[in-house]
């Protein structure tokens, strides 16, 4: 049984000096323990599972006697319900070290996502404009944030300056936020409902992306002002003029008219074919040449330098910048002669943008031809929704999609005043069902 020792007052216990261990009674086993002059601590003997033990109770320079002498009683109380307050130490180390291993930012988190998915890409400006629109939007705001905290109103704090004005790329970037939390999840840096879910989540917060694209819709030129702008842009000797006239009669993206390369180019079937890794579908898509995209790639000189069909001065392919930076001069020519320069038609008058042009076409094919959406919405490289659509493309479209594109080849390069009605008859009889009228 453990000697019973007195109870010292707190000057006795304060007196106790001398190098050693001195009980100071009050609890079983309790001991100042004196290193030096300027060292004591509080140690609690105790047996534990039939050993004796040692437990540090801190400093006496930081923890007085009554705050020692109930630690030491929850300690006893502990070992006498089997509890081993080593071992229970050790244990709350072990699970806070694992703790802090499983802890991750949502940056950290997004770094390891992006790695682990890397490979499936297949163009290198996938990786890029995931990083880019994570740096623009995400990190600032949530980036340091522990991503096992991350709630719904962190996840609003993103998106609602971005969701109104810049909806597309808001929605891209709430996917983002989506999948990452979801691997976090998988990881075990999170757990519980992924809070950036939109169906049945964040859809009762945000309107609907889908109906806010028109609000955030690129400028686009009205289409009865196009043979004029073609005009203009056809007496600009230059390899951005020519690319954007081309990517204008192809209806493509810029960046699949300005990464061209002349491998992709079938000149006897008169054909473009775009390989999937340059498709935002990741599908190849097949485009038509038209006589005057014909023309304007003949007269591309070759470079031994550059496989890019229009180039750059450094051989790559032209910036979007340098693209943009043309449609914005033609626009100052026109205004300075007069005109009312090159605009969005609708409500907001911005001056029309390279992406805009497919809006064009668009409104082209359905205003002033006859031809079936699904024709259309190929021609755009568009996927079809309904699978019947779909399986159109495996028959007869593209033929269609030729005489379509041939009828825009010759309403882009019209004056702006003529109307080529014998080129129209002369395509519309031999396909009457679904030739195209102006």
Same mark, same amino acid.
Request: charged share 25%; glycine share 6%; aromatic share 6%.
């Given at each position: ?11 006795? *216990? ?9 009980? $100071? ?96 890409w297949q163009n290198h ?29 962190? *996840? ?86 020519r690319c954007l006239e ?80 043309? *449609? ?14 090159? $605009? ?95």
């Amino acid at each position: 049984m453990p000697k019973i020792t007195k109870q010292l007052t707190d000057l006795e *216990v304060k007196n106790l000096t001398r190098v050693g261990r001195h009980a $100071v009674g009050g609890v079983v086993g309790l001991c100042k323990q004196v290193s030096s002059s300027s060292s004591a601590s509080w140690i609690l003997k105790a047996s534990i599972n039939g050993q004796q033990k040692e437990l540090g109770l801190g400093s006496c320079r930081t923890v007085t006697l009554k705050d020692a002498r109930e630690k030491a009683r929850q300690l006893r109380l502990q070992i006498a319900n089997g509890i081993d307050p080593i071992q229970q130490k050790r244990q709350a180390k072990l699970d806070h070290w694992r703790k802090k291993q499983r802890t991750k930012t949502f940056d950290e988190v997004a770094g390891l996502y992006i790695e682990s998915i890397a490979a499936q890409w297949q163009n290198h400006k996938s990786r890029a404009q995931w990083e880019s629109s994570l740096s623009a939007y995400v990190s600032p705001i949530i980036g340091s944030t522990d991503c096992a905290a991350i709630e719904t109103a962190d *996840v609003m704090s993103v998106l609602d300056p971005i969701w109104l004005t810049k909806t597309e790329t808001a929605n891209r970037v709430r996917g983002r936020i989506e999948k990452i939390l979801a691997y976090a999840n998988t990881r075990g840096y999170r757990s519980g409902d992924n809070p950036a879910r939109y169906r049945g989540h964040l859809d009762t917060l945000l309107p609907s992306p889908d109906k806010l694209k028109r609000t955030a819709a690129q400028p686009a030129l009205d289409y009865r002002q196009l043979p004029k702008f073609m005009n203009a842009l056809r007496g600009v000797d230059s390899v951005a003029a020519r690319c954007l006239e081309f990517l204008i009669l192809t209806a493509t993206r810029q960046g699949e008219a300005r990464g061209l390369v002349w491998s992709e180019l079938d000149f006897a079937q008169k054909l473009w074919v775009i390989p999937a890794n340059r498709m935002k579908a990741d599908r190849e898509h097949v485009v038509p040449l038209t006589q005057r995209c014909l023309e304007i790639l003949q007269n591309m000189p070759r470079r031994e330098d550059s496989p890019y069909v229009f180039a750059s001065v450094r051989g790559g392919p032209l910036s979007d910048a340098t693209v943009g930076k043309l *449609v914005k001069t033609l626009h100052k020519v026109e205004v300075a002669k007069g005109g009312g320069g090159f $605009v969005d038609h609708r409500q907001d008058k911005r001056v029309v943008v390279p992406h805009g042009f497919r809006s064009t076409f668009r409104d082209w094919a359905a205003e002033r031809s006859s031809y079936p959406r699904e024709v259309i919405e190929h021609c755009l490289a568009h996927r079809l929704k309904d699978r019947s659509e779909a399986a159109y493309q495996r028959g007869s479209i593209l033929p269609k999609r030729i005489d379509l594109m041939t009828l825009y080849d010759q309403y882009c390069t019209a004056a702006a005043t003529k109307i080529l009605t014998d080129n129209v008859r002369a395509i519309g009889d031999q396909r009457a069902v679904h030739g195209g009228l102006y």
